[in-house]
């Protein structure tokens, strides 16, 4: 029988950089920040590659009494963009030696049950994107000896968060608002997510914020559930209600939006001739409509990246970073200066 190599061990590690086991454990448990120099953290973790060194997280969980695990709770998986926030959590937590279960909310915003016997032993914390606090009860726990908590895309005044990561999402409709008042768009529709929302209903304050000081510009509202199909309805049943038609329409996401382009279409009409669309999110869809739509990219991944980093910080008993994520509209070719009266 074949003789198995011996497993590389953090000792062996230590050996090739020439530092201590003690500076391998911190470096590798993701702790050596103010403690080891970047540089000697760099030759650690290109000897471990090099090595072949993988951690026993199993023996380090019991002797530190923590599994290395955060449970990332989103609202859908069939979403991209929280599977690109899962990404991004996923990279910054394998760094450190953790891994990320994903679970979606079963109902879409909550409550979230509990997938596990008991979350408080098999989770080091919990992050839960675009949902409400309170619907983390049954995960989080309420009893004082709650998991640490980061919240992403969530009201800054809810109670309960150990950290919380924000877009600036207001900043994103501002942008999008702008542009279509700067072509000279003066009659707007919204169509509105119809899921009762922190991130929804900042986009609906910061739209009215805008258009409120345009002398001339109005803003009717429409609401759908986020369904391209509910969309397409709601959109035909607001450009047939009586009174002068949007020139465009302000999506609260890309697939609203998608929605919303159909609608235009059945109705003989055509994107952005007779009436603009915009999206909100940047998903791979806006590219795949025909013309193309102009939409606010949200950077998922760096949300899913500052929301573990930020977990990580937490449990290592650090104040973690703040300020929101900035936003960026992408300019495409479903919008132009409206057709002449």
């Not at 739209?207 to 959109?235: N, Y």
Request: proline share 7%; charged share 20%.
């Amino acid at each position: 029988m074949t003789e198995q190599p011996a497993r590389p061990t953090s000792r062996d590690v230590a050996r090739a950089v020439g530092v201590s086991q003690a500076t391998v454990s911190l470096v590798l448990g993701g702790k050596w920040p103010g403690r080891v120099s970047e540089r000697t953290a760099g030759l650690v973790r290109d000897a471990a590659h090099a090595l072949g060194y993988r951690p026993n997280l199993a023996a380090r969980s019991l002797r530190l009494g923590t599994t290395r695990t955060a449970l990332l709770v989103v609202p859908a998986l069939t979403n991209e963009f929280f599977a690109r926030v899962y990404t991004g959590a996923a990279e910054v937590a394998a760094a450190h030696g953790f891994g990320v279960v994903l679970y979606p909310s079963p109902a879409g915003t909550g409550p979230a049950r509990d997938p596990f016997a008991s979350a408080r032993t098999a989770l080091d914390g919990v992050i839960a994107s675009s949902m409400a606090t309170d619907a983390l009860d049954a995960i989080s726990g309420a009893d004082g000896t709650d998991l640490p908590l980061v919240m992403l895309d969530s009201d800054p005044a809810a109670p309960g968060a150990a950290a919380r990561v924000n877009l600036d999402i207001a900043d994103g409709m501002r942008q999008v608002t702008e542009h279509l008042l700067g072509l000279g768009h003066r009659r707007l529709l919204h169509l509105a997510s119809a899921v009762a929302s922190w991130t929804f209903d900042v986009r609906a304050r910061a739209l009215a914020e805008t258009v409120r000081g345009v002398p001339g510009a109005t803003v009717r509202t429409a609401s759908a559930l986020l369904d391209t199909g509910a969309a397409r309805q709601a959109v035909e049943h607001a450009l047939a209600a009586p009174g002068p038609r949007p020139t465009a329409l302000i999506c609260d996401d890309d697939i609203l939006a998608a929605g919303a382009c159909k609608a235009v279409r059945r109705l003989g009409l055509r994107v952005p001739e007779d009436i603009s669309v915009t999206g909100f999110d940047d998903l791979t869809l806006a590219t795949a409509l025909e013309p193309e739509l102009t939409t606010v990219r949200l950077p998922a991944e760096q949300v899913g990246e500052r929301g573990m980093t930020a977990l990580l910080t937490v449990l290592d008993g650090r104040r973690p970073e703040t300020g929101d994520l900035p936003v960026s509209l992408v300019v495409r070719e479903s919008t132009a200066p409206p057709a002449p009266a």
